[in-house]
């Protein structure tokens, strides 16, 4: 039986026998792009070198070498509304005709608030370009009006690249996590960290009052979905309350729960929100959201001589083109409409999942939420990052992300999570099940089980 590590050289082998074109591209890229490309963490996708993409439109891109392929990863949710969607192209480009950006306010900006107050339900909004720029600006807002300076989140959480949310915990004591690039102090001194639904582990953090913000996603989705347990999100509504400390929803992953997300879904009750990427339809677009009460404590409170230099803004957010993006996709594409065709779609995913699953008896699972859907190499559904991080195997997600590469499927590169958009279709889906079936066939047969079994 062939190994796990034959297996990958097989499909290494593959990859690049079909991919001259990207190949080429790779070695011309390593001449002056550091490490050969835009950004660091496009070395992560399988095979020796990216994949140059040549168009994308819909659910499906076609690379360099004129391959097509069935996209699940969606820009791990930056292309959540699908590629190049008609009414975005379309405002994008009559805006580009009027202007791009300003420094002023326009009409789009009141409708793209009101429409985000009509779906989250908080009133009061500001704009940035990045969901980490949102995080970032809502932590220090969260500790100028409450004067405290940490932040809790929660075990392997993400929130872009927010210093304080690179932490984690080590023998009980927070610390920089793996891969953390140049933190600028010890983690320790800005943040707390307590594994997602632990309620006396928050609880006990919160008591030692120093705690201006707590930072989380609804469900944790960048470590593999983690769901919350019944009575988490009303017991740290209620512990954030009680301990004097702002609660941030970041919906930008979960808005996948629908047009409101997750906080509209359940019914959270956030003191801060923020999104990014899905809602501009490809363009770099974000925004946070305020309760009434915290909009009117904030109000006023920074001079307006020294409003442009308090570490909150940019001269392109809030610009133009993002605001007609926004507006075109919030109205046209991310509707309650298009969520009623995905959301089933990501149930037809994971009941193809599931099924290969059980016909193999390899000891893994496959979780849902909205129009997102993961699985992971373990048994059981994990209630905390750290649970979904020991279930990882690092070697055995690299060989299926590469499996279904050279088949015409495409997964983000840092999980094994799979997203629909208003685009794709049930055949792209079975598509998906028959190759991951393809896959773990064979690797039952081989003897592989996961989370290092056989490397």
Known sequence: MPTLVELQAREEERFTETHPRSRQLAERAHETLFEGVPMPWMRKWPGAFPVFVQEAQGAHFVDADGIEYVDFCLGDTGAMSGHAPEPTLRAIAEQAARGLTSMLPNEDAIWVSEELERRFG??????????????????????HVTDRHKVLVFNWCYHGTVDETFATLRDGAVVARDGNVGPPVSLAETTRVVEFNDVDGLERELAHGDVALVLTEPALTNIGIVHAEPGFHEALRELTREHGALLAIDETHTICCGPGGFTAAH?????????????????????????????????????????????????????????????????EVLTEEAFGRMIPLAERWTAGVDAAIEETGLPWHVTRLGCRAEYLFGPDPPRTGAEAHAASD?????????????????????????????????????????????AVVELAGSGVRGQGSDV
């Not at 009061?124 to 969901?131: E, G, I, N, P």
């Not at 690299?398 to 049930?426: C, K, V």
């Open 394 to 438: 690092f070697a055995l997600e690299r060989y299926l992300h590469l499996f279904a590469l050279n088949r015409g499927i495409l997964l983000t590169p840092f999980h094994n999570m799979a997203l629909m958009s208003p685009a794709t279709t049930e055949a792209d889906v079975d598509r998906h099940t028959k190759v991951f079936r393809e």
């Open 267 to 331: 019914g959270l009750e956030p003191d801060i929100l923020t999104i990014g990427k899905p809602i501009g339809g490809g363009i770099p677009a974000a925004a946070y959201g305020f309760r009434g009460e915290l909009a009117e404590r904030l109000a006023g409170t920074i001079e307006l001589e020294d409003v442009d230099v308090g570490g909150i803004g940019g001269t392109l957010a809030a610009n133009a083109l993002s605001f007609a993006a926004m507006r075109a996709t919030l109205s």
């Open 122 to 143: 908080l009133p009061s909004w500001q704009f940035a370009l990045t969901a980490t720029d949102a995080n970032r600006f809502s932590v220090r807002l969260a500790r």
